[in-house]
């Protein structure tokens, strides 16, 4: 089991950065990959990005990239989005996920909002 836990969101105006980060523990070790991924109030969830574990070589949502960066720290088995020039349509509960293979997301976050107001 990995159990990952997300911190970092609030509150940011319009215009304004962000940096979330999503801490991995348990088994560590059979991680492939992690990637965030948000839901905003009445949509469903959207792919915003994952990183490959041990290449550190990140992908993005094309309607994201450019704004959004992931990276990650393997020895302290963390996994950062930095957001920035937010928008009112980034607000969302974002969720990190991690998967041990190409297949799937096997574990999921309980999630951390981020609210940007006009």
């Known amino acids: 089991q990995v159990q990952l836990v997300e911190s970092g969101g609030g509150l940011v105006q319009t215009g304004g950065s962000l940096r979330l980060s999503c801490a991995a523990s348990?088994?560590?070790?059979?991680?492939?990959?992690m990637g965030w991924f948000r839901q905003a109030p009445g949509k469903e969830r959207e792919f915003v990005g994952k990183?490959?574990?041990?290449?550190?070589?990140?992908t993005y949502s094309d309607s994201l990239k450019g704004r959004f960066t992931i990276s990650r720290d393997n020895a302290g088995n963390t996994v950062d989005l930095q957001m920035n020039s937010l928008k009112p349509d980034d607000t969302a509960v974002y969720y990190c996920?991690?998967?041990?293979?190409?297949?799937?997301?096997?574990?999921w976050g309980k999630g951390t909002l981020v609210t940007v107001s006009s």
């Open positions: 348990g088994r560590t070790f059979n991680i492939y990959v």
């Open positions: 990183i490959s574990w041990s290449t550190g070589v990140p």
């Open positions: 996920a991690a998967g041990e293979s190409r297949i799937r997301f096997d574990y």
